[in-house]
C-alpha cells in the first residue's frame, strides 16, 4: 500500500502500516489474565495428580502383600500395571465427570461477575473442546499414576513378605510420598501468594485516589462510522446522540470525549 501510494505515505515521514488479527485485537487487553487462569488451573491439577499419586502409592503399599501373592502365581508385571491403570482410569475419570459438570455453573458466575468490566464476558460458555480437554487430561493423568507404584518382582515374592502378610513402606516409596507432599504443599502455596497479591492489589486500587469522583458516571463507546460522511454529518450524528441521551430519565448530564481515563491507551 506504501508503495502504490507513495503521495499519502512519504517515505521521510517515518509512517508505518501495522497488520493485527482480529482475535488478538478483540482479546489482547484479556490476555494476561487468561495466562493467570491458565497458569491457576495448571498449579490446581498438578495439586490434584499429586493427591491421587499419593493416595494410590500409600494403597498400593498396603497391597504389597497381594501384589506379591499375584506374582508368586505368575502374574506379570504388565497385568498389574493393568489393574492400577483401570483403578487410575475410574479415579480420574469420576474427577473428570464431577468437573465437567461443574464448569458449566461455575463459569457461568465467572462471566456475571467479569460483565461488570466487558459486556463481551457474557460470551463466554463451555462448549465440547472442555470435554476432549477433560478427557484427555484424565486419560493424561490415569496412565502417570498407574506407573507410580514399584510392583513386586518375581524375585521379591517369597521368604517374610508371604509369610508375615505384612505390608511396609519402602525406602523408595517413602521418598515418593515425601515428594508428592511437598509438590501439593509448593504449589499450594504459590496460588495462595498468587490470590493474596491479586487481592490485595484490587483493594489498593479501589482504594487508590484518583482525583475524580467517578461514581453514578457511566462511559460507553460511541462508534461514529465517519466513511463515505461529511465532518458536519458527524458532527450532527454526536449532537443528536447527546441530545437523545440527555433526555433519559435520571441522566443529569452528558459529555462528549476523545480519550476516557483509564480506558483508551495514551
Known sequence: MMKEHPEAYSPKAGERIVAVRLREQITSRAGTVFWLLWAASGLVFLIACSNAANLILARTTRREYE???RVALGASSGGLRGILL???LLLCGGGAVIGVLSARPLVKML??????FSVRA???TVDSSMLWAGGALATIAAVTLAFVPRLPVQGDANGTKLAGGRSR????ASGRLRGFAVTQIAASFLLMAGAATLGRTRVALRAAGTGMDTRHVLTLNLPVNSYGRTPDQVVDFCREALRRIARLPGVDGVALGTQTPWRERG
Request: hydrophobic share 55%; no cysteine; proline share 0%.
Open 67 to 69: 501384589l506379591a501373592i
Open 169 to 172: 513402606v519402602t525406602a523408595n
Open 111 to 116: 462471566a456475571h461477575y467479569a460483565s461488570r
Open 122 to 124: 457474557l460470551d463466554v
Open 86 to 88: 483401570a483403578e487410575s
